[in-house]
């Protein structure tokens, strides 16, 4: 007869409530560890991505409602699924950050009950032999590990990374959806089987990829299921065995799974093949060959932050990370090369000794493999991992409730008779251990967790600490030196970046907030000045740094704190980002020069020149939007006949008119030209501006 052990207590009628327990703690454990960070204030791309709230007015009606659900520019979807779901927090902008965190993390919670319900049902389907509660307690502890991992904590509470979260949901709900169908059909019904399977893998996949582009792996990871756990699965409830059952799971599978990972795969082909015949954007510093080199070492270095979890890491900031070069350089490209080969391989040849542990592995990289390999993002971010670590643990926790893929022989002596006390003794120990050693990790997860989640609450500590964590990222100095800077220590900001600058000089964000320091202190060095020069001719894309540094400058001439900030210097900066180039092919970032220039002149009084200037932007990109914002700042400067005069060369620049892109940007067009949003606005600007022209020629006369 088996040994009683601790776990099979679990396994008695009150180890129901008490695996209830066991699950209410890991929840409430993640409130307690989360709370200190929901508290924390809005973070770089937060503000990129929801001004979009109240761009043109609060969405309290259906027309600013379809502008701004369609207003998404991210993958050619637009992620507007995502955008609806920043209207739980707020319908206008500016807005409070403690709803939208407070939304992130009841979204975590949820994907962590999906997670409970997705591995219950993959451990009943692949491990016939087991205590259906034993495999249920695994469900429990895995989800719980990744419900407490503290590498999540900078998706979780980073507001726009929702969007890595939404994905999460989908897919957990998509495969839900899919083994649902396929139990169907392994019973016969097959046409509820198709539906279960359609609704899964064909809506979820749609719902998933309107969060964002990487939702579109569902199907993938659900060949991965197949073909690694269930096909090899012994279960009766895995097998189909009516020819016109497995003839209908197969079209299903066909058309909803197979096609669809196949499209997937000819993408990342053909934009393999594109980015290495054609090159990508100048923007980025590195070759789609050197990025293909590197993230091999990307991804052994997330899959040590997620085996070997720290409360405190790189955080956002991975703009240091140097790309492969070669295989050779630097050192560890080619055995992290060989060694990711070496997993995915291992995983495919121990799927049938080992399969819990080969789908995790192959779940992970097929998970990573929209964001990590041919498409050119940047090379290095943790919320890359949210999605595809979901089954990370669940191996873990499979040993620590000793599931078993095949039944195992009772222990018992070498007469046939049941095992000596001692043994026993011994075998009950080892559960004890095994429990023991669960509680031991999820609580030092929380523990880790509650600290990392602490220091999203604090921006000043943690912008510091991640500034010493990365002492070469010019992203973190920069971020660091703002805080000092706005903390009064300009001082601190003046050394910090000194250091910075010297190492990467075409940092615009390092110089840019190295002369505003030096200005807090009253006094610019000639070297920062040229400094500033330098790092604007060699930069490769400044951003929107470029503008909301220069309109902050622009506004502070005249009442500045150092004589160095004048109309002069900052021309001079201006006339040196014109000739970059890399700016030089960027209509966007030609647009923001000349319309700077354009400011600086209007500052000045100089209306003619403004208008000069921001008639070149024009140019540069017919935008809308740009117009009506510089004709209003003529108009709004006393000088409403040069804003007119700029709507009239608006009128008369149609060649080099700014067309939308493919997917939501065209469909955002659509809608504003549906509710005739521009000629609206131009109308009233016109009339406005008319009106101000008209009252200053009476005042003159």
């Known amino acids: 007869m088996r040994p009683f052990s601790i776990l099979d207590a679990l396994m008695q009628p009150r180890g129901a409530v008490l695996l209830r327990l066991v699950l209410v703690a890991a929840f409430v454990a993640t409130c307690i560890a989360y709370l200190p960070g929901i508290h924390g204030s809005f973070l ?65 919670l949820l994907n962590g009950v999906l997670l409970v319900l997705l591995l219950r049902r993959l451990g009943r389907f692949a491990f016939k032999h087991a205590d259906n509660r034993r495999t249920d307690l695994a469900a429990a502890i895995g989800a719980g590990l990744w419900l407490l991992h503290p590498l999540f904590v900078s998706t979780t509470l980073y507001i726009v990374q929702r969007e890595a979260m939404l994905p999460a949901t989908f897919t957990l ?45 569902l199907p993938a990871l659900a060949l991965v299921v197949e073909y690694v756990l269930l096909r090899n699965a012994s279960s009766h409830n895995t097998q189909l065995t009516d020819l016109a059952s497995e003839r209908a799971y197969r079209r299903s ?44 070492r990307v991804l052994l270095d997330y899959l040590n932050l997620l085996w070997l979890p720290r409360p405190f890491t790189p955080g956002l900031f991975n703009d240091h990370v140097l790309a492969s070069t070669s295989p050779w350089s630097p050192a560890t490209t080619l055995p992290a090369l060989l060694a990711v080969f070496g997993l ?47 089954l990370m643990f669940w191996p873990l926790a499979l040993w620590l409730c000793e599931v078993r893929l095949h039944r195992k022989a009772e222990p018992m002596t070498a007469h046939g008779t049941p095992p000596i006390p001692g043994r026993v003794t011994s075998w009950l120990s080892a559960s004890k251990a095994k429990l023991a050693l669960a509680t031991l990790l999820l609580l030092g997860l929380g523990a880790m967790t509650h600290a990392r989640a602490n220091l999203w609450g604090n921006s000043h500590d943690q912008a510091l600490l991640w500034a010493r964590l990365n002492p070469d990222s010019p992203r973190a100095q920069a971020n660091a030196a703002q805080i000092e800077m706005a903390g009064g220590q300009p001082g601190l900001a003046v050394d910090r970046l000194s250091v910075s600058l010297a190492k990467a000089p075409d940092q615009v964000q390092l110089a840019l907030n190295l002369f505003a320091a030096q200005c807090q ?47 002069a210097t900052l021309k001079s900066l201006l006339r040196a980002a014109l000739v970059n180039p890399y700016l030089a092919t960027n209509p966007g970032r030609q647009q923001d020069i000349h319309y700077l220039l354009g400011r600086l002149a209007l500052i000045q009084g100089d209306a003619d020149a403004a208008l000069a200037q921001f008639n070149q932007a024009l140019n540069k990109q017919v935008r809308v939007s740009a117009a009506l914002k510089q004709a209003a700042l003529l108009g709004s400067h006393g000088f409403p006949k040069q804003g007119l005069a700029h709507l009239d060369h608006l009128a008369v620049e149609p060649k080099q008119a700014y067309k939308a892109g493919f997917g939501m940007p065209r469909i955002h067009a659509w809608v504003l ?5 521009w000629p609206k606005e131009l109308a009233r600007l016109r009339a406005t501006l008319r009106d101000d022209a008209a009252r200053q020629a009476r005042t003159t006369e």
């Open 673 to 677: 030209q549906r509710q005739q949003y």
């Open 44 to 108: 770089f791309d937060d503000f990129g991505n929801l001004p979009a709230l109240g761009a043109t007015g609060p969405i309290d009606t259906w027309p600013t409602f379809w502008r701004y659900i369609t207003s998404g520019t991210a993958d050619p979807t637009g992620r507007p699924l995502t955008l609806l779901t920043f209207l739980i927090d707020a319908h206008n902008w500016p807005a409070d950050p403690y709803p939208f965190k407070r939304t992130n993390l009841v979204l975590h």
């Open 173 to 217: 709900l998509g495969l839900l959806a899919w083994l649902q169908g396929r139990e169907a059909m392994v019973r016969g019904h097959c046409l509820r089987g198709g539906l279960w399977i359609a609704a899964g893998l064909g809506g979820c996949t749609a719902l998933g990829a309107l969060s964002k582009a990487n939702g579109i792996l």
């Open 253 to 296: 599978m066909l058309l909803f799974a197979s096609l669809p990972a196949a499209l997937v795969a000819a993408y990342l082909l053909q934009q393999g093949w594109s980015g290495i015949t054609k090159g990508i954007s100048s923007v980025r510093p590195w070759t789609l060959g050197q990025r293909l080199l590197t993230e091999p």
């Open 344 to 390: 995915i391989a291992g995983a495919w040849l121990l799927r049938r000794h080992w399969p819990a542990f080969a789908l995790a592995i192959l779940f992970y990289f097929v998970g990573q493999s929209l964001e990590s390999s041919t498409v050119a993002l940047e090379l290095y971010y943790e919320h890359r991992n949210y999605l595809p670590a979901l």
């Open 521 to 567: 202190l009253g006094h610019v060095d000639i070297a920062t000045l040229t400094a500033s020069r330098v790092a604007l001719r060699t930069t490769r894309d400044p951003g929107s740094l470029l503008v909301s540094w220069f309109e902050r400058a622009i506004d502070q001439v005249g009442h500045a704190p150092c004589p160095q900030l004048s109309y």
